[in-house]
């Protein structure tokens, strides 16, 4: 079964738009972790976020924000005023880890185009 | 620049032969993790090192191995390739045991198989 649904393949925007990744996870732990990484077409993995399954409270990072919502097991992901800079593919992914015993589901990835 | 080098950037090979990707981590690092973008797959974890142990495998085949050296790279080995296994390989470290602190990534080894 699929943990991590980015339902969302592609998402194009005009700059300085607005855009909501959305992340639907599935587990049956208590303690998880969820991130976002951004994939620009250089191909790197960039690390944006990490938040824990205790930590429900919303971030805010610049122009990024990201709500966490156990109730729906959601943990979306937007961008404010949208740039051509932002064009990447961004994953979200969960982590159901114990000791010695690292798991790390990716989703399918969102596709995200800004034109200027 | 995150810091974690991974040579070849690219390496073309075929079926039924076997390579080596070399993963070099951040400055400190301890921890070495090793990840495949395929198209079919999509991103997937394979296999994580610290300080030359292994401590955790995730969907990596029995054709595939790795191990990190005393000066902390590692290397990753694909043997008995097939057309599947072509794929960007990345490989990322972090400073601790803890795999979900922040991880840094390579730039990333592409593979194609033919």
């Known amino acids: 079964a699929q943990k991590v649904t980015q339902a969302q393949t592609e998402i194009s925007v005009v700059e300085k738009e607005d855009v909501t990744l959305d992340c639907v996870y599935e587990?049956?732990?208590?303690?998880?972790?969820l991130f976002w990484y951004k994939q620009p077409p250089s191909g790197e993995l960039v690390f944006l976020i990490r938040?824990?399954?205790?930590?429900?409270q919303n971030e805010i990072s610049g122009r990024y924000s990201w709500n966490f919502q156990k109730s729906t097991s959601s943990f979306n992901f937007t961008i404010t005023a949208s740039q051509v800079v932002d064009s990447a593919v961004y994953f979200c992914?969960?982590?159901?880890?114990?000791?010695?015993?690292?798991?790390?589901?990716f989703g399918a990835g969102t596709t995200v185009t800004v034109r200027a | 620049d995150s810091g974690v080098t991974q040579t070849p950037k690219h390496l073309i090979t075929a079926t039924g032969q076997r390579v080596t990707l070399r993963c070099s981590p951040r400055?400190?690092?301890?921890?070495v993790y090793w990840y495949q973008q395929s198209l079919d797959q999509g991103l997937q974890f394979l296999i994580q090192?610290?300080?030359?142990?292994?401590?955790a495998k995730g969907n990596i085949l029995e054709r595939f191995s790795a191990q990190q050296f005393p000066d902390l790279h590692s290397e990753l080995n694909l043997s008995s390739l097939e057309l599947g296994d072509s794929a960007l390989y990345f490989c990322?470290?972090?400073?601790?045991?803890?795999?979900?602190?922040?991880?840094?990534f390579g730039p990333g080894t592409r593979l194609t198989v033919l």
């Open positions: 938040r824990n399954s205790f930590d429900e």
């Open positions: 587990t049956r732990d208590t303690t998880y972790y």
């Open positions: 090192y610290y300080n030359g142990e292994e401590r």
């Open positions: 992914a969960l982590s159901e880890s114990r000791v010695n015993d690292y798991k790390l589901s």
């Open positions: 990322a470290s972090s400073l601790g045991l803890d795999p979900v602190g922040e991880q840094f």
């Open positions: 400055s400190g690092d301890l921890s």
